[in-house]
């Protein structure tokens, strides 16, 4: 700001400006053993921005980032928009071939990357120039220099509401990874609509040990908007996790289904009572989990909440509502519409199911450079989640699994979850699977795939009459595989595309002579 002129703009990096401001010595950022405060967090995010505008970045270029989560995080998330500049994380479990193919959607100015992915990138020079990258700096060697050495940012480069500031790629669940782009006024809304909705408080003091380059990153947002202070783990380990809620007085952290199982096994015999609130995610949670979780944790509230990668937030289940109306996502958050559409098109009733249809002010703007992706899943103001739903008579919404996961089988529509949350009412199984493959008979025959307790043991044909008690005929699986583990995405869901390739690649294998 310069001459009269006082406030901060509604811009993303203003939510770092504020806590650097409002509460300058407060605890901002701590991680492997190091503790910034907020004004050095802004200071060193300034000298970033400087940086890179001295390398020639200008507003509208993107800054990537592949890493694991690490403090530098922070200040390069709210650093890249002081310049008008977008930031993008990847996905650290990518391999080159993967991380190639979003940095040639997104075309980067610059790269900046953990030592791991630094090796890769070195012996790939031609590729990185492919994908207009003119300069790569590593997080423990060149990046380092590169901030000390800066002058700060003067004055911000000036951006509006509409402006892009993140690029979230989507897992590929259901194909390739698309870019989502979210604007600083979206991120804003996020921000406040999670705070409003988690009850978060401020200072509160949360453990992210979740992947940041997914959509967990939106929990930076309201946490930095509440000056609250960000304790980072580069990767989940539920010991750990319990060690640094003891040590670091952790107030909050967020979770998905099957972190939070770890997490449960693990407990100490006392909870820490710094320990306030659990919010979760991503996935669906098993009525057992949630129960147990709450019996071990009475004075824990575990908040749920429903988004994706291009619709940060969206419903919310409160604390108090849990087992009450368990099993459903809860109802939409504040500023929030939802509406259930058909195969046609046609809106549908409570009590029916249809895809959900979503709109809010945290929406995101479309895919990078991806005009045709962009219109497909758009409808009217609002998007199209690809996720089945249903509300209830009291409007809370019930998921009913992807659209495109929908199995067809003799003619019957059978949802996965349905048949996954009826396997898993089995006491020896902890997680199920469920996929339709090709069939000449049926179409498409039902598959499941279970992962049992620890020193269980179950035979398949139990398992089938299990579930004879609980579904009808075509919904029955036709096979059921037991396996050690399932594949999952970055934060934790099931990738069903994954297994039925698997399954479909393993059916296709020619069968050696005996």
Request: hydrophobic share 45%; with cysteine; charged share 20%.
């Amino acid at each position: 700001m310069s001459g009269g002129e006082h406030g901060l703009p509604l811009r993303l990096d203003g939510l770092l400006a504020r806590a650097a401001l409002t509460e300058p010595e407060r605890d901002a950022v701590v991680f492997d053993g190091r503790t910034l405060t907020w004004r050095e967090v802004h200071e060193r995010a300034s000298r970033l921005a400087g940086a890179l505008a001295e390398l020639g970045v200008v507003k509208g270029d993107r800054v990537a980032l592949w890493t694991t989560n690490r403090s530098e995080f922070v200040e390069i998330f709210f650093g890249v928009p002081q310049l008008g500049a977008i930031v993008s994380p990847l996905d650290y479990w990518w391999n080159w071939e993967e991380a190639q193919a979003a940095l040639g959607q997104i075309q980067p100015r610059v790269l900046i990357v953990g030592t791991a992915q630094a090796r890769i990138v070195a012996s790939s020079a031609a590729a990185v120039r492919e994908a207009g990258i003119e300069h790569v700096f590593c997080l423990d060697d060149s990046y380092q220099g590169l901030v000390a050495g800066a002058a700060p940012l003067g004055e911000p480069v000036s951006v509006t509401a509409d402006d892009p500031a993140l690029i979230l790629f989507t897992s590929g669940s259901t194909g390739r990874s698309k870019g989502a782009v979210h604007t600083h006024g979206g991120l804003l809304a996020a921000a406040t609509t999670m705070c409003l909705e988690l009850g978060l408080r401020d200072g509160e003091r949360t453990l992210h040990f979740l992947p940041l380059f997914s959509s967990c990153l939106e929990h930076l947002l309201p946490l930095t908007l509440v000056r609250g202070t960000h304790v980072l783990l580069s990767q989940f380990d539920a010991r750990v996790v319990w060690e640094t809620v003891r040590d670091a007085a952790i107030t909050h952290f967020d979770a998905v289904p099957t972190t939070l199982r770890r997490i449960l096994e693990a407990a100490p015999d006392r909870i820490p009572s710094s320990l306030r609130l659990i919010s979760y995610a991503s996935e669906r949670m098993p009525t057992p989990l949630i129960t147990a979780l709450i019996e071990r944790m009475p004075a824990v509230s575990f908040v749920q909440f429903y988004g994706m990668i291009e619709h940060l937030c969206l419903t919310v289940l409160g604390a108090s509502e849990q087992l009450r109306k368990i099993g459903t996502v809860g109802h939409p958050m504040v500023g929030a519409e939802l509406y259930l559409v058909d195969a046609e098109n046609q809106l549908v009733e409570n009590g029916a199911t249809g895809e959900i249809v979503a709109r809010s002010p945290t929406l995101f703007a479309g895919y990078w450079g991806d005009a045709a992706a962009t219109a497909q899943v758009m409808h009217g103001q609002g998007m199209r989640t690809g996720d089945l739903g249903r509300f209830d008579d009291e409007g809370f919404l019930w998921l009913e699994g992807r659209v495109k996961e929908v199995i067809k089988t003799g003619g019957f529509t059978v949802i996965p979850t349905e048949v996954e949350g009826a396997l898993m009412a089995h006491p020896q199984v902890t997680d199920a699977a469920v996929v339709g493959v090709p069939d000449q008979q049926w179409g498409e025959a039902v598959h499941a795939f279970v992962i049992l307790a620890p020193q269980a043991s179950v035979a398949e044909t139990d398992l089938l009459t299990f579930c004879q008690e609980r579904l009808a005929r075509y919904k029955r699986p036709k096979v059921i595989h037991v396996v050690a583990d399932l594949p999952r995405t970055g934060i934790g869901k099931i990738a069903r595309r994954v297994v039925r390739e698997r399954l479909i690649a393993s059916a296709n294998q020619p069968k050696e002579s005996r």
